[in-house]
Nanobody, 124 residues
Framework: QVHLVESGGGLVQAGGSLRLSCAAT????????MGWFRQAPGKEREFVAAISRSGLSINYADSVKGRFTISRDNSKSTAYLLMNSLKPDDTAIYYC?????????????????WGQGTQVTVSS
């Protein structure tokens, strides 16, 4: 079994920054691709970013490209999402997720394990 725990969410003013962390236990972290998703009230869960096992392949949603940076430290079994130039539209619960394999995918249905989420609120 895999357990994912997100942290780092909070309240920030527009234009500010936050760094989210996702700590994984229970499975060799380096064997799995990781992703970040978000869900705003009344909306479907949407893809934010994904990173391959090695960290060499990365995908971003167009809405966050150039503002957000996904990374991972396999020695710490932790993935990160650095969010800069935050906008009120970025307000959502942010989830990290893990794929049992190497696939780099934007589809939430492809992910096998999910964290409990961390709230990010951006005030205007």
């Amino acid at each position: 079994q895999v357990h994912l725990v997100e942290s780092g969410g909070g309240l920030v003013q527009a234009g500010g920054s936050l760094r989210l962390s996702c700590a994984a236990t229970g499975r060799p972290f380096a064997l799995n691709s990781m992703g970040w998703f978000r869900q705003a009230p009344g909306k479907e869960r949407e893809f934010v970013a994904a990173i391959s096992r090695s960290g060499l392949s990365i995908n971003y949603a167009d809405s966050v490209k150039g503002r957000f940076t996904i990374s991972r430290d396999n020695s710490k079994s932790t993935a990160y999402l650095l969010m800069n130039s935050l906008k009120p539209d970025d307000t959502a619960i942010y989830y990290c997720a893990l794929v049992r394999g190497a696939a780099l995918t934007k589809n939430p249905s492809d992910y096998d394990y999910w964290g409990q989420g961390t709230q990010v609120t951006v005030s205007s």
